[in-house]
Every structure is written in structure tokens, then in C-alpha cells.
């Protein structure tokens, strides 16, 4: 049997030298000297220069001529210093060489259709070729950081006293909102399983069964459109416990940040986070996902403004405002109207404090004193931006500025780490498409005590025992307490809107685990591909990802999604429509 290595190729250093050493690895680069052929070796750990001299090893040089780079290699000889001028302090190996005096070609490899350092590559090209993408030593990190970080999670669960429990991926329909992957059943035609959207309904009933606390690191399944930050196939921790207590819940998912970070990372967060309501972030920052690694708060002119000359502010529903701290030209002005033209508001009204005492703006004739001392800001050279509509709308703009003028102008801390619990979360959304009352975080999630009588009578303004973990601006996890009586739980699929059979129908066997003695749970789910983003620093989720589906949902290295053979469709009693 060859004895293929005797050490990884990043490990020779100078206390080996002088052994006789197999290294193993691929051809990172060849170098003809004329003469002397130089190999750098590469494996996971790195790279280590082999030297082949074609007077002391004629057979290996042949082999070295003939190498090519991603050819895979065995090399043996001795490991030798090299010479004073050839030491490259750039890398671990850089004082030592092996002096091959055998190269033996292990596998070979065509010309590649993109080169491993190069970068900007065609992501599709990438994504096809994904086996030689990953051998790139920054997807080489992060692979190896999520195992990290789901190695890390883990172990903190587990010390916690959290089981880990696998739920099926053959299951039945599970409403987070988003749309299934359907499949269908063979020897039931005409019925099919849901992938899990997440295994929200199993982990109740593990509580139910007595388990107490129960996490997994489950794949979740949600046919939605792709951007950059999101993609149809999730990795989740997900985690449930019985009899639940906010704090110690919020404790340990500090503690699995602290610890993730720490391994992952190298960053020691401040823990406790603080905790805004869904209220009060809405009010402050336009956003339930608020980064915190910035001020630029947003203010409200409601009141002052109601009785204003300025039609605009005296009929919207809410005036609120974002103070810049400084004087923004014209063209400036321009293209951030734009910007909240984009993100739905009618236009953008403002008042240029001039450094000189002046305040330049078309509406200011409008308002009285009053009302400009009431958002006058505190120093000169300031300029104030306006959204007059609803809520959400004054929401959705201003929070769309503050990110962008946060950017814009060096507001943001690029190393900070700024955690946030956003909790009560509105129990129910109207959803105007469907003309009805939908759940914003799932139809399991419990009102706050003395909330149920709004279910009915004000949908709006019930709030949940929901919450959502926050960093930097990016939604890491989101969860809630439960609702364990089935009463309560018929309400609200009421409220919803779902008929009586079809309650049965779709949820009938949590209806009957909950009038089976279901204790009071609550839970939460992160994703895990956003937290390795963040701790990887990657802007693209399919950067974090082995073997991700593309932008439009397809990979282009197996072809998957293919078509199948008319036996199989057959099989299935499925036939096609033709086309359109
Ligand atoms: N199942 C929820 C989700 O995937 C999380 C939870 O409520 O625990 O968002």
C-alpha cells in the first residue's frame, strides 16, 4: 500500500528538516527554472515547494515536466532549508523545500475553465464547476467555519441540556408564509408530502410528548424568489422548551452567539443585548431590524404638524423625520428623493438649517415658528428629511434613507458588532392581496397576556409573544411562545380565516396533541447561513454554502431541477400539462 503522506503539506516547518518525507496534494503552481522544476503542493493546510533536480532524480523530472496545474501529486524526498534568498516569510513553509527525488502523477486535470485565483469569475461558471470553486482557499475558510459554528452550537445545546431530534423532510404542510416544494406520493396517487417550510408543528409535538427541550439543526424548505440574501434550502438551529422562561431563553441564545463568535469569529460580544419592543424600534428606527451600529434616530412631527398651512403634513396620517447632520446640497436632495421614490413615498419634503442661521427649503414659507422649532435641530448645518403618509410607508422610506445615508456618509462602524432583541411583535397583518387578517410570525405564536379580546375586536393592535434576534441590521433568528390550548388555538385560526374542515383537515393532529395535556412552550430558530455570512463577512449566502442552487434557483452543475422519464411520471399518475 503507497504511503501516501507523512505529513499535511502546510505542516513542514524547520524542525523537519532533514527527514525524508511523502507529501500528497494537488500542483497549486509549477515554475520552470531551466533546470530545476519548482511544485508548490497544496492541500487544505497550505502549500509546501517541491524542488525537482533533474540530475538527482531524472524519473521525477519527467513527471515534473509533465505536471500541470490541479494535477494531484505524491512527492518524497528529503526536506531541506532553502537557500537564505529563497525563504518566503509570507507563508508558514517558507523556509523549507522537499528535495523530491520521486514525483509520481497520482490524477490528472484538463486546462480549467477559470483559474483558482482568479477573481470575479461568472458565478454560474463557479457554481458548474463547484468542485475545483471549493478547492479556493477562501471557500476552503468558510466550509470549515460552519462546521465550526455548527460544531460550537451544538456543544452549547447540548451542555444546556437540549436534545437533538430529527424531524422528517417527507411531511405535511407547515405555514410560515412561504410557498411549499410539493412531492408526490407513489403508492398514495393524487397525494404528496410538503418539505418542511421549518419543523415549527413537529417541535410542539416533542414538547407535548414530554421532551422538554428539544433543538436540531434542521433543513428547511421554502419556495420563495432568491436574492442575495436568501435562498430556497435553509439550515436552521432550531430549539423548543417547555415551560419557558423569556430570560433564560434569551440567556442561552446570548450565550450560543457569545460562543460562536468567540470560535468563529475572534470577537468577544457584550452580552446582555438590550431589547427594544417592535414599538419602539418601529418609532425610532423605521425597522424591526434596526443597526444599532449607528444614531441618525428618527424623529415625529405628528403632532406639531397638525394643524400646518403645509397641506401635505396636516393630511397624512403621520409626518416623522431623519435629522442628517449636514447641510445636503441640491443634487444631493434629488437623488435621495429618488431614493424614497423608489421605496414608495410621493416625494420628499426638507429644511436646509444653513450653518449661516437660514433655513433654505421651498415648504418653509408653509410653517409656522412652532413648527420649526419643533424638528429644529440642535447645531446649525443640518438638514432634516420628511415622510408625511402612513406609518408604514413613513417607515419603509425613512428607514431605506437612514441605512443609505448611514453608508454614505461613514456613519456605520464597520467593526462593530451591535446585537438587538426586538420583542412584541404585532400578532396579525392584514394582507391586502388576500383581503384578510394573516399571522406575522406564524398562526401558532401566543398574544401577549390580556391581548386575546383584540383578536377580534382590533386585529391591528394585538401583540405577540414573538421576538427576533437582530445583528448589525440582519435578522439572525426569530421566535415565540406558543399557544397549548386548543381553544385559544381554533381562535385564532378563526381570525385567520381558515375554515372549520380545513383547520381539522390541515392541523387536526396538533389540535388533538394540544387537548392532550400541552404544556406552556416557546422557542426560536436561527439561520445558520446568515450566521456564518456575518461571521465569514461574505456579502453572498452561496458563498457559505457547499453546494448552492444558483439566483434562479437551479444548479448548474447536476442540472438539477430535471425532467424524468414518463415511467416515472407514470408511476407517480402525473401527467403534464404542454408548456406554455
Ligand atoms: N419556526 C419559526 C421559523 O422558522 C421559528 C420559531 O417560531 O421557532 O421562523
Known amino acids: 500500500m503507497t504511503r501516501w503522506r507523512d505529513m499535511m503539506c502546510g505542516e513542514a516547518r524547520v524542525e523537519h528538516v532533514g527527514r525524508r518525507l511523502a507529501l500528497s496534494g494537488w500542483a497549486d503552481a509549477r515554475r520552470d527554472h531551466g533546470g530545476l522544476v519548482f511544485i508548490d503542493l497544496r492541500d487544505k493546510t497550505g502549500v509546501c515547494q517541491v524542488v525537482v533536480n533533474p540530475e538527482r532524480a531524472p524519473r521525477a523530472i519527467e513527471a515534473a515536466h509533465a505536471t500541470r496545474v490541479e494535477f494531484v501529486l505524491r512527492a518524497e524526498g528529503e526536506l531541506v532549508p532553502r537557500a537564505p534568498e529563497a525563504v518566503n516569510p509570507k507563508i508558514p513553509t517558507g523556509e523549507v523545500e522537499l528535495q523530491a527525488d520521486s514525483l509520481e502523477i497520482v490524477s490528472r486535470c484538463p486546462p480549467l475553465p477559470f483559474q483558482l485565483d482568479e477573481e470575479d469569475v461568472d458565478e454560474t461558471l463557479r457554481l458548474r464547476y463547484r468542485w475545483l470553486d471549493l478547492r479556493r482557499a477562501r471557500l476552503q475558510r468558510n466550509v470549515a467555519l460552519r462546521s465550526r459554528l455548527t460544531t460550537t452550537i451544538r456543544r452549547v445545546m447540548d451542555g444546556a441540556g437540549f436534545l437533538e431530534i430529527e424531524t422528517p423532510i417527507l411531511a405535511k404542510p407547515t405555514p410560515e408564509g412561504a410557498r411549499d416544494f410539493l412531492v408526490p406520493s407513489r403508492t398514495r396517487s393524487g397525494t404528496f408530502f410538503a418539505l418542511p417550510q421549518s419543523p415549527q408543528i413537529y417541535k410542539q409535538l416533542l414538547i407535548v410528548s414530554g421532551f422538554d427541550r428539544y433543538y436540531q439543526i434542521a433543513r428547511c424548505f421554502r419556495d420563495e424568489d432568491l436574492r442575495a440574501d436568501r435562498v430556497q434550502e435553509i439550515t436552521q438551529l432550531d430549539v423548543e422548551m417547555a415551560f419557558p422562561d423569556r430570560d433564560v431563553l434569551f440567556s442561552l441564545m446570548e450565550r450560543m452567539c457569545v460562543e460562536v463568535w468567540r470560535q468563529c469569529a475572534g470577537v468577544e460580544l457584550v452580552t446582555p443585548f438590550p431589547r427594544l419592543t417592535w414599538e419602539e424600534s418601529d418609532a425610532r428606527f423605521g425597522t424591526d431590524k434596526p443597526d444599532l451600529r449607528f444614531g441618525l434616530e428618527l ?20 409626518v416623522r423625520y431623519l435629522t442628517v447632520p449636514r447641510e445636503l446640497s441640491r443634487a444631493e436632495l434629488a437623488s435621495l428623493e429618488e431614493l424614497a421614490k423608489e421605496w414608495g413615498a410621493k416625494g420628499l419634503a426638507y429644511l436646509v438649517f444653513g450653518a449661516d442661521g437660514e433655513v433654505r427649503s421651498p415648504i418653509a414659507k408653509f410653517l409656522s415658528d412652532a413648527e420649526l422649532d419643533a424638528v429644529r435641530p440642535r447645531d446649525l448645518g443640518q438638514t432634516v428629511l420628511f415622510a408625511a403618509d402612513t406609518r408604514q410607508l413613513t417607515s419603509r422610506v425613512l428607514n431605506a434613507i437612514r441605512l443609505h ?20 411583535f404585532p400578532l396579525l397583518e392584514w394582507d391586502e392581496d388576500e383581503k384578510r387578517w394573516t399571522a406575522v410570525h406564524h398562526p401558532f405564536t401566543r398574544p401577549v397576556p390580556g391581548d386575546e379580546p383584540l383578536i377580534e375586536s382590533e386585529p391591528a393592535a394585538a401583540r405577540a409573544m414573538a421576538y427576533d434576534l437582530v445583528a448589525n441590521g440582519v435578522e439572525l433568528g426569530g421566535g415565540s411562545f406558543r399557544i397549548h390550548e386548543p381553544w385559544l388555538q381554533e381562535r385564532l385560526f378563526d381570525a385567520l380565516r381558515i375554515p ?33 455570512m456575518l461571521v465569514t463577512g461574505e456579502r453572498n449566502l452561496r458563498d457559505v454554502i457547499a453546494f448552492p442552487k444558483n439566483q434562479a434557483g437551479v444548479d448548474p452543475m447536476s442540472g438539477a431541477p430535471s425532467t424524468v422519464s414518463p415511467t416515472q411520471l407514470a408511476e407517480l399518475s402525473i401527467r403534464l400539462l404542454p408548456s406554455a
Open 299 to 318: 424623529g415625529n412631527a405628528t403632532e406639531a404638524t397638525r394643524n400646518s398651512q403645509f397641506g401635505v403634513f396636516a393630511n397624512a396620517p403621520v
Open 405 to 424: 445615508l448611514g453608508r454614505e456618509l461613514g456613519l456605520i462602524d464597520e467593526g462593530a458588532w451591535q446585537f438587538v432583541w426586538v420583542t412584541d
Open 500 to 532: 372549520a374542515e380545513e383547520q381539522r383537515e390541515r392541523f387536526g393532529f396538533l389540535l388533538d396533541a394540544l387537548a392532550m395535556g400541552a404544556p406552556p412552550m416557546g422557542g426560536i430558530a436561527f439561520g445558520i447561513d446568515r450566521m456564518t
